[in-house]
């Protein structure tokens, strides 16, 4: 109890009772950095207390954030936004609104511990993605693959979606084998969604196609992905990458 960190980080909080448990901790820090797109508001009132905290999150009001300017397969263009307003050019080689905010926060830890500025900018930009973590690669018949294999959450599924919508392609494919994470998905910018499962249900929505082996989908994908395609991955599929 007498402990006190210099520097306490809350990325996130799954509900209140730890909101309440590690704003507890960042209470009794020197200084507390919190996540303030990850974490509802109410927890940040209702139990942050410390006075020398610095937010982090997608926009304005967080005092670190990206904006962004353009999206590809290789990457995130746009400015770190510090809490003076200043903005930083990068060309970061990072995919999804959820990847990029871990490194805004690292820009602001950074920052506090007094890192040159030219040093933390630097780091972002040589920054790459983990094997199955929105990874890009190419894939057959001149497409593009984003493996994000490793991470089956809702939350990577949804920033996935949005980031494959954000970038020019001639299609957008998505591979799961979970098709009740796109029960909510409009495909108006989606092309189809591909999904491994044992059975195929007798009803199936217009867009969604049905494979029982991997090998039958990869045929498939062989046959009908064209150049300039973007696949998204949620399941392993090596055979299409390379």
Do not use: W
Not at 121 to 127: D, E, H, M, V
Not at 149 to 156: E, N, R, V
Not at 199 to 217: A, C, G, N, T, W
């Amino acid at each position: 109890p007498d402990f006190q960190a210099t520097l306490v980080v809350v990325t996130a909080c799954r509900d209140e009772a730890e909101a309440q448990k590690y704003f507890a901790v960042a209470n009794r820090a020197k200084a507390a950095i919190v996540n303030r797109s990850d974490i509802a508001q109410e927890y940040i009132e209702k139990y942050l207390t410390n006075q020398t905290t610095v937010s982090y999150g997608d926009e304005l009001p967080a005092d670190y954030y990206f904006e962004n300017h353009d999206s590809s397969i290789e990457g995130q263009t746009g400015d770190i936004v510090n809490m003076n307003g200043e903005h930083f050019p990068v060309q970061l080689k990072i995919l999804g609104e959820h990847n990029v905010r871990p490194v805004v926060m690292a820009c602001a830890v950074g920052r506090f511990f007094d890192m040159e500025r030219e040093e933390v900018l630097k780091a972002a930009n040589n920054l790459t993605p983990l094997n199955g973590r929105m990874a890009p690669a190419y894939g057959i018949n001149g497409s593009y693959v984003i493996d994000d294999s490793a991470d089956g959450t809702p939350l990577s599924h949804y920033y996935g979606i949005r980031a494959i919508c954000s970038m020019d392609a001639s299609s957008r494919i998505i591979v799961t084998n979970d098709p009740s994470k796109l029960e909510n998905e409009k495909f108006e910018l989606l092309t189809e969604a591909l999904i491994l499962a044992d059975q195929v249900p007798q009803q199936v929505p217009e867009h969604f196609k049905y494979f029982i082996d991997e090998l039958s989908l990869e045929e498939y994908l062989g046959e009908h992905v064209e150049e300039g395609s973007i696949v998204l991955l949620e399941i392993p599929l090596p055979a299409i990458i390379g």
